[in-house]
């Protein structure tokens, strides 16, 4: 059964990851229910500490760590109002793009149905790329919003079209996906 307050929202590994705690600390003030996915490399990043005491759920890292019969990625998946994967590395977009599902992160994706914003946070270069645009063309072709990138100057010093936009305008696309 949907709760049309809970957001499953997924952090990838990107140096932004740290930006997503700030996502998630919004969300819950304002009335959500958070329920956190992580990649391996997004941990490298950020721990699942710091978004378990944020949302005192506990985080969703490994496909082997279901708590009861039902996979917890299809469980999420009938329950969650929205999907949401900030930041989005080129990595997991290809992933959602292309149907893989080898990790918590893009299982999830590949079982969830419903309103799904995708913030971009990558080298500019590489979001540039061919291969990466027309994954975020397919994504978009089936309904995800993209929200982003922003042009500025990138952890690796490289300046350009790759910044994570702001929290507060991914707060806003999630809140105008939801009505």
Do not use: Y
Not at 78 to 83: E, G, I, R, T, V
């Amino acid at each position: 059964m949907k709760n049309d307050r809970l957001i499953a929202l997924a952090v990838t590994g990107g140096i932004a990851a740290f930006k997503a705690s700030e996502l998630c600390s919004m969300l819950v003030k304002n009335g959500f229910e958070v329920q956190v996915l992580m990649t391996d490399n997004a941990q490298k990043f950020i721990t699942p500490l710091t978004f378990e005491t944020l949302t005192r759920r506990r985080v969703v890292a490994s496909l082997w760590d279901a708590p009861d019969w039902k996979p917890e990625h299809v469980a999420l998946a009938d329950a969650a109002a929205l999907f949401a994967v900030v930041p989005a590395t080129a990595n997991i977009i290809a992933k959602l793009a292309c149907g893989i599902a080898d990790d918590a992160v893009s299982t999830f994706g590949a079982t969830f149905d419903g309103p799904t914003v995708i913030a971009p946070a990558m080298n500019p270069h590489m979001w540039s790329h061919p291969a990466c645009q027309a994954n975020c063309a397919t994504l978009k072709s089936r309904g995800a919003m993209l929200v982003g990138p922003v042009a500025g100057h990138v952890a690796c010093g490289a300046d350009g079209v790759g910044r994570l936009i702001e929290v507060e305008k991914i707060f806003e696309a999630i809140n105008d996906r939801l009505k």
